[in-house]
């Protein structure tokens, strides 16, 4: 395909005059946004994706390329031949149209927000950084589940976590089969996080997103339209063929909420009749155990339900539970972090999870702990996402907890580490539960052997707190 229209030239990022804001978007220009993220060897998928696609998706398209900050970009020139729609790079308060194609600049981190595209600096001057998590965090709030995440090849985990927001949010998380990557580390570890809807092969993707899309138009269009007087009916059917035929009873979620995200696996599967689709669904298909997967929502929606936090705090009130639950600032939080030396850390391997205590200190954004090989090692080797939870216990009335998420970083015995775990080890030698690796020993198998310290860090990527407090 040849390029059409002119081609922004690539530029270093500059921060020109903010324009006015686009008003937020109503139901008719809340069209289908996909985030492309891609590291090393992205860059032939993305344009062997962008050739494929149909005319006239409909959809945006934005492009996070990890890009070294200190060279001008010349991706405009290298995608523009291989798509009719118009490949630009983005800037500050660029509006956000149908049939384009926006490009990261270098050295800055994109984000949208009120139907506008945003750039801000990097908050890390060393060290990795994240921008197509920080990217889907906010493709997720505008969007919804217009939002669409397709994780490309590169290395590193970059995406892994800003997906489950487009998950959460009734997206959908395509991954490219990692078997095709010749850099497969971002999609792996996005497909260890077991959110990603479809894992394919980058040829078949475009296909996906135009049905995808076009089921999307359709459902947006039959809002506006009477309500339909079966629609209970048919709700209750699909309830009662889920608990038949699965271990799951979802007669207590929000009928609105189940109505999205059956429709979203309508989409997915190309059918745009419920009657159809429960025809589908009958015959025993693998449609169903997705669907259910699909309707899984994650637990810590139930405290985003307004109503269903003050039931629980209601009933916390009449059964004499005199207490006052309350967020804690992140300046609170890392106090507790500072305080705490003991807590729990969280791992997965695929869809296992595994929780063990650890002891830990924390020092200017990030938590340092040490341990031997063995189950969490190796399991955070394989996916370093990972969760922290600390406490402080008064009393049942008075108490705080903390909950981060974030990123392990092992810290070999290197000349290039050795400051780090110089450091690392002197913090740890200060808490009370530290004991010296270097001069312990246990037996195993009969044999006597000397257990090898593994020192790690975790940088924080996320970080809330709640605490409970006496009522007056």
Same mark, same amino acid.
């Given at each position: 395909?040849?390029?059409?229209?002119?081609?922004?030239?690539?530029?270093?990022?500059?921060?020109?005059?903010?324009?006015?804001?686009?008003?937020?978007?109503?139901?008719?220009?809340?069209?289908?946004?996909?985030?492309?993220?891609?590291?090393?060897?992205?860059?032939?998928?993305?344009?062997?994706?962008?050739?494929?696609?149909?005319?006239?998706?409909?959809?945006?398209?934005?492009?996070?390329?990890?890009?070294?900050?200190?060279?001008?970009?010349?991706?405009?020139?290298?995608?523009?031949?291989?798509?009719?729609?118009?490949?630009?790079?983005?800037?500050?308060?660029?509006?956000?149209?149908?049939?384009?194609?926006?490009?990261?600049?270098?050295?800055?981190?994109?984000?949208?927000?009120?139907?506008?595209?945003?750039?801000?600096?990097?908050?890390?001057?060393?060290?990795?950084?994240?921008?197509?998590?920080?990217?889907?965090?906010?493709?997720?709030?505008?969007?919804?589940?217009?939002?669409?995440?397709?994780?490309?090849?590169?290395?590193?985990?970059?995406?892994?976590?800003?997906?489950?927001?487009?998950?959460?949010?009734?997206?959908?998380?395509?991954?490219?089969?990692?078997?095709?990557?010749?850099?497969?580390?971002?999609?792996?570890?996005?497909?260890?996080?077991?959110?990603?809807?479809?894992?394919?092969?980058?040829?078949?993707?475009?296909?996906?997103?135009?049905?995808?899309?076009?089921?999307?138009?359709?459902?947006?269009?039959?809002?506006?339209?009477?309500?339909?007087?079966?629609?209970?009916?048919?709700?209750?059917?699909?309830?009662?063929?889920?608990?038949?035929?699965?271990?799951?009873?979802?007669?207590?979620?929000?009928?609105?909420?189940?109505?999205?995200?059956?429709?979203?696996?309508?989409? &997915? @599967?190309?059918?745009?009749? =419920?009657?159809?689709?429960? $025809? *589908?669904? /009958?015959?025993? #298909?693998?449609? %169903?155990?997705?669907?259910?997967?699909?309707?899984?929502?994650?637990?810590?929606?139930?405290?985003?339900?307004?109503?269903?936090?003050?039931?629980?705090?209601?009933? &916390? @009130?009449?059964?004499?539970? =005199?207490?006052?639950?309350? $967020? *804690?600032? /992140?300046?609170? #939080?890392?106090? %507790?972090?500072?305080?705490?030396?003991?807590?729990?850390?969280?791992?997965?391997?695929?869809?296992?999870?595994?929780?063990?205590?650890?002891?830990?200190?924390?020092?200017?954004?990030?938590?340092?702990?040490?341990?031997?090989?063995?189950?969490?090692?190796?399991?955070?080797?394989?996916?370093?996402?990972?969760?922290?939870?600390?406490?402080?216990?008064?009393?049942?009335?008075?108490?705080?907890?903390?909950?981060?998420?974030?990123?392990?970083?092992?810290?070999?015995?290197?000349?290039?580490?050795?400051?780090?775990?110089?450091?690392?080890?002197?913090?740890?030698?200060?808490?009370?539960?530290?004991?010296?690796?270097?001069?312990?020993?246990?037996?195993?198998?009969?044999?006597?052997?000397?257990?090898?310290?593994?020192?790690?860090?975790?940088?924080?990527?996320?970080?809330?707190?709640?605490?409970?407090?006496?009522?007056?």
């Amino acid at each position: 395909m040849t390029g059409q229209g002119p081609r922004q030239a690539a530029t270093a990022p500059r921060r020109p005059r903010r324009r006015s804001l686009p008003r937020r978007g109503t139901a008719h220009d809340n069209f289908p946004v996909v985030g492309l993220g891609a590291s090393a060897g992205g860059l032939d998928a993305a344009r062997r994706l962008l050739a494929a696609l149909p005319l006239s998706t409909g959809m945006a398209f934005i492009l996070i390329q990890h890009l070294d900050p200190t060279h001008v970009s010349m991706m405009v020139d290298l995608l523009a031949g291989h798509t009719p729609m118009k490949v630009q790079q983005a800037a500050d308060g660029m509006p956000l149209e149908r049939e384009h194609v926006y490009l990261i600049p270098p050295g800055a981190y994109l984000s949208i927000g009120s139907g506008a595209l945003r750039l801000t600096e990097p908050w890390e001057r060393h060290g990795a950084r994240l921008p197509f998590d920080f990217f889907l965090r906010s493709l997720a709030e505008e969007h919804g589940e217009h939002a669409i995440c397709v994780i490309l090849p590169g290395t590193g985990g970059d995406g892994s976590l800003g997906l489950k927001a487009i998950k959460e949010k009734g997206g959908l998380v395509i991954v490219q089969d990692p078997g095709e990557a010749e850099y497969d580390g971002m999609p792996r570890s996005a497909i260890m996080t077991g959110a990603a809807d479809l894992v394919l092969p980058v040829a078949k993707i475009p296909e996906i997103l135009a049905k995808y899309g076009r089921q999307l138009v359709l459902n947006g269009g039959r809002k506006g339209q009477a309500p339909d007087d079966h629609a209970a009916d048919r709700l209750a059917e699909f309830i009662d063929l889920l608990r038949t035929k699965t271990a799951h009873d979802f007669a207590l979620y929000k009928p609105g909420t189940l109505m999205r995200r059956i429709e979203r696996r309508m989409a &997915l @599967a190309a059918v745009d009749d =419920n009657g159809r689709y429960l $025809d *589908m669904l /009958r015959q025993g #298909s693998e449609e %169903l155990e997705l669907l259910a997967k699909d309707l899984l929502i994650n637990v810590t929606s139930f405290f985003r339900d307004p109503k269903a936090f003050e039931l629980a705090l209601g009933h &916390l @009130a009449t059964t004499g539970a =005199n207490m006052l639950i309350q $967020d *804690m600032t /992140r300046e609170m #939080s890392v106090d %507790l972090l500072e305080r705490a030396h003991i807590g729990r850390l969280g791992c997965v391997q695929g869809l296992q999870p595994y929780v063990v205590p650890f002891s830990f200190a924390y020092y200017r954004k990030f938590i340092y702990s040490f341990s031997t090989v063995g189950k969490k090692i190796e399991w955070m080797r394989a996916n370093p996402l990972v969760c922290v939870e600390a406490d402080e216990i008064v009393s049942r009335h008075e108490w705080q907890t903390v909950v981060i998420f974030g990123r392990y970083q092992e810290l070999p015995d290197t000349p290039e580490f050795h400051r780090t775990r110089a450091v690392a080890h002197d913090l740890l030698a200060k808490t009370a539960m530290w004991w010296e690796p270097g001069y312990v020993k246990t037996l195993h198998k009969g044999e006597e052997r000397r257990l090898e310290p593994i020192y790690f860090r975790i940088s924080i990527n996320e970080i809330s707190g709640h605490q409970g407090l006496p009522a007056a």
